[in-house]
């Protein structure tokens, strides 16, 4: 990082957060606060959406993941438009007639205050635990990259989203949202260009695709089901269907975006909007990391993109070992290059004997490559047992630090930081509006002026903020960060997702039936994710089915009437 | 929310066509293209 890198990074930020402050000025009642006066138009909404999914980690973990496994991630997100056109048709039109602050108060309409709790509960939990996460993990990228403190990068992290998300609320954060997603399409787009451009002469954008389809990183599409195979178009059509509707349709910090819309159809464009344009976006950083890969096959790159271990490597006694291991990465990347440029020679000729030839010399020195990796990473594991030995997510970050030119490593850093903010904010937002009208209003204290609980919002906005960034100090004992989020995610997802599920489309199930079911579900969610009967994520599908199953089975078995 | 809907499509079913037709179109793409990369 330079001055200039610097320098491009502060007026960056200070600019999305000076703008969110300044555009939502006069916020002075709950309806602003919360819900932005309801009075945002689709592409606000839309934008507003897309930046509250897309976080640190999309921009950091998704290239990384195209550059070691290729596109097929982009599958997990085939059920997203599904589920946006379900919602626009089931869920938008109910939450807005009943001009709900939060999904959870439309449960007390439906069924009684007791269900309402519950999963205002749960969510709480969940939503609270996972943005600590999602402070935590970007910081641990930067700080081990950068040598930046972690306690001070999570606090930092965690703490410039609070300027605005407390002043301004709902209005600050769609504003800056629309902001930062600008930023972070220009600086992907920037990244991508700049990528295919350093290729050398005569390799251009289609060469390096041909590339990428010879080294088997081009697999976009799997038509085989497989269960045991995490992405393939089944999983994704069908497990990403679920997994998305639970989030889009249940979880506060996505509901409490589109709930800004306004009307019922602005709020149905910008869900549909995401629905148009999430794929293709998720296509495109995955191809930047994809290009990444590319960019390697013409130039020198690190066996292991985690600098920190390897540096700890030389200064180890094992340090003769790893620098022959350098060597040897070296002759072989060698040989790979030249693998690449008969490959290139050959696709230039139409010489398809010659392509085949390449591409078989491309293959085995890219499995030689993985050999040399291996044998690196047991190393980093015998000098230190607790080391991070999954690099993926530091792939794309080494290669803008090692290639990319400053200022654009500054605005790369920018994109981190924003997509973090983004996500926080809304979570920072939707905590505090299901604390103060789903158990503080509810509860506690059901009389008060709206300014009072515009106070008590904005004061617990401050407090959940203090709580995420307390998590984010103590995460570092949880290895890997996106299983643990998603797996945190899983826990929960399916039987808030079943509790909705009974409310929108069985409607001689009551209070009672459901609240039990509610209980039973996640006790055995959490029982078979203790047991480990069953990969995480199916928790999400079994969550769903167990509670909308039991409330059935209850309701049959009290016949009680519907309350 | 009538008028909300874009000069392209004519009812709120038409535009989930166009969404999930979309999508459609996409993985057929994708797959013609990783066809022919491979």
Not at chain 1, 85 to 100: G, M
Not at chain 1, 414 to 442: E, H, P, Q, W
């Amino acid at each position: 990082m330079s001055a200039f890198d610097w320098g491009v990074l502060a007026v960056t930020l200070t600019g999305i957060i000076a703008y969110g402050i300044w555009r939502s000025r006069g916020s002075r009642n709950m309806d602003d606060y919360l819900l932005a006066g309801q009075s945002l138009p689709w592409y606000h909404v839309g934008l507003s959406v897309m930046a509250t999914q897309a976080s640190a980690i999309t921009f950091l973990s998704a290239p990384g993941q195209g550059f070691t496994d290729g596109m097929r991630f982009v599958q997990f997100y085939f059920g997203l438009p599904l589920a946006m056109v379900v919602l626009s048709v089931t869920f938008v039109p109910i939450f807005h007639k009943l001009r709900v602050f939060t999904a959870y108060e439309y449960l007390e309409t439906r069924f009684d205050d007791r269900v309402r709790t519950l999963t205002a509960g749960l969510f709480l939990l969940q939503r609270g635990l996972s943005t600590g996460l999602s402070i935590y993990a970007p910081a641990i990228i930067l700080s081990t990259i950068l040598g930046w403190n972690i306690y001070w990068t999570n606090l930092l992290m965690g703490g410039i989203v609070l300027a605005y998300t407390v002043t301004g609320g709902t209005k600050a954060i769609s504003y800056t949202h629309i902001q930062q997603m600008a930023v972070v399409t220009l600086a992907m787009g920037l990244a991508g260009f700049l990528t295919v451009a350093m290729l050398p002469d005569g390799v251009g954008f289609i060469d390096a695709l041909h590339v990428a389809g010879k080294a088997g990183r081009m697999n976009v599409i799997d038509l085989n089901f497989d269960a045991e195979s995490r992405y393939n178009i089944w999983s994704g059509l069908i497990g990403g269907f679920f997994l998305q509707l639970s989030y889009f349709g249940t979880d506060q910090s996505q509901v409490g975006r589109y709930l800004t819309g306004a009307s019922i159809g602005q709020s149905r464009l910008g869900l549909l909007m995401n629905g148009l344009l999430k794929v293709p976006m998720q296509f495109l950083i995955l191809l930047v990391g994809v290009l990444v890969f590319v960019f390697y096959q013409f130039n020198p790159g690190p066996i292991f993109h985690n600098k920190l271990e390897t540096d700890k490597l030389k200064n180890s006694p094992y340090a003769q070992q790893y620098q022959l291991a350098e060597i040897r990465h070296q002759n072989i990347a060698a040989q790979r290059q030249r693998a690449v440029l008969d490959m290139q020679a050959a696709l230039k000729t139409d010489n398809e004997a010659g392509q085949t030839e390449a591409a078989t010399l491309l293959r085995d020195t890219d499995a030689a490559l993985k050999t040399v990796r291996a044998d690196v990473v047991k190393l980093i594991e015998k000098n230190n047992p607790a080391a991070d030995t999954n690099d993926v997510n530091y792939i794309f970050l080494r290669f803008v630090l090692d290639y990319l030119p400053h200022g654009l490593i500054g605005l790369l850093i920018a994109v981190i930081f924003s997509a973090s903010m983004g996500s926080i904010a809304s979570a920072y937002n939707s905590l505090a509006s299901t604390t103060i009208i789903d158990v503080y209003k509810r509860l506690i204290r059901p009389e008060g002026s709206d300014r009072h609980f515009l106070r008590a919002s904005q004061w617990a906005t401050v407090g959940w903020g203090v709580f995420c960034i307390v998590v984010a100090q103590f995460a570092n004992r949880l290895g890997s960060m996106i299983e643990a989020v998603n797996i945190l995610g899983s826990l929960f997802y399916g039987v808030i997702l079943g509790v909705f599920v009974v409310a929108f489309y069985l409607k001689t199930i009551g209070g009672r039936a459901t609240f039990w079911a509610a209980i039973i579900g996640e006790v055995f969610v959490i029982l078979s994710w203790y047991l480990q009967l069953t990969a995480f994520l199916w928790l999400n599908l079994i969550g769903c089915l167990l509670v909308v199953g039991l409330a059935w089975g209850l309701q049959r078995l009290w016949g009680e009437e519907r309350t | 929310n009538q008028p909300d809907l874009p000069p392209f499509a004519r009812s709120w079913s038409q535009l989930y066509a166009i969404v999930l037709g979309s999508l459609a179109v996409e993985i057929v793409l994708f797959y013609v293209l990783m066809r022919w990369l491979s």
